[in-house]
């Protein structure tokens, strides 16, 4: 039996039980992932285990893509269902945002400025270490900033 899932469907515990994960498909847009099993340093463009900690000091387990400088499209996975840090379908709306901050349990100011650890060994450690806002692909620039 595949432990290959849709990315949308990555848990905690997938997490805990293999930190890294990588694409089936890179080019395909469902976005399925497998454990990556091999040791060692996980490979670009996968999916790493990361912890979240949110301004007010509350920890969250979560995970992201390694690139060469970045760790891009974070997710935070909460009780009540993950958490995307960036939409990639234009700005949310205020609906989309309240709920959001339902799940974390928290609000703008406790939640933001977010940082986070990549707990696994990387090529490169991300340039940024912390998200100052919810993020989003603007119409009139490649990534626009929401709280």
Known sequence: MSSAKPLSEL????LAQHPVWTLVHPA???????????RGV???????RCT???????D???????????????VVLT?????????R?????????????RKLRSTADGFFPVAFTVNVAVRNRPVWQSFESFTYRGSDEPTAFIR
Not at 29 to 36: G, L
Not at 52 to 58: D, L, R
Not at 60 to 74: D, E, H, N, R, W
Not at 79 to 87: N, R, T
Request: charged share 15%.
């Open 28 to 38: 395909d847009p469902s976005q399925v992932v497998q454990p990556h099993t091999k």
């Open 52 to 58: 979240f900690t949110a301004a007010n000091g509350v």
């Open 79 to 87: 009780a009540d269902g993950p958490v995307s840090l960036h939409w």
């Open 89 to 101: 379908d234009g700005k949310p709306s205020s609906e989309e945002l309240s709920a959001a901050y």
């Open 11 to 14: 848990t905690a515990a997938d």
């Open 60 to 74: 969250y387990p979560g995970f992201g893509m390694i690139t060469k400088v970045a760790l891009v499209s974070p």
């Open 42 to 48: 996980a490979p670009l463009l996968s999916i790493v």
